[in-house]
Nanobody
Framework: QVQLVESGGGLVQPGGSLSVSCVAS????????MGWYRQAPGKQRELVAT???????NYADSVKGRFTIARDNGMNTVYLQMDSLKPEDTAVYYC??????????????WGQGTQVTVSS
């Protein structure tokens, strides 16, 4: 199993900042990519930001310039720094990791989700 543990969600006022983190553990041989997705009430889950093992990043247009994704050198931990938050950023944020276990089984794992609420 590959487990993803998230932390850092909560309530923040518009214009404020919040940081969330995710740690991957288990029988991991490699992590090809980690990222964050979010799902707001009544909407489909959408990509927020991803980072691959080479350090390349990808952001949704709606968060470019406001959010920053980062990883540690081992790629088992991913962070999302969220600045200039807007009410429309309110959603459950899910961590995702893709790669291979030591058994060479591929995995595509999701965290339990953490609630981010932007409201005055």
């Amino acid at each position: 199993q590959v487990q993803l543990v998230e932390s850092g969600g909560g309530l923040v006022q518009p214009g404020g900042s919040l940081s969330v983190s995710c740690v991957a553990s288990g029988s991991i041989f490699s992590i090809n990519a980690m990222g964050w997705y979010r799902q707001a009430p009544g909407k489909q889950r959408e990509l927020v930001a991803t980072v691959n093992s080479g350090g390349g990043t990808n952001y949704a247009d709606s968060v470019k310039g406001r959010f920053t994704i980062a990883r540690d050198n081992g790629m088992n931990t991913v962070y999302l720094q969220m600045d200039s938050l807007k009410p429309e950023d309110t959603a459950v944020y899910y961590c995702n990791a893709k790669g291979y276990m030591h058994t060479m089984r591929p995995y595509d794992s999701w965290g339990q989700g953490t609630q981010v609420t932007v409201s005055s």
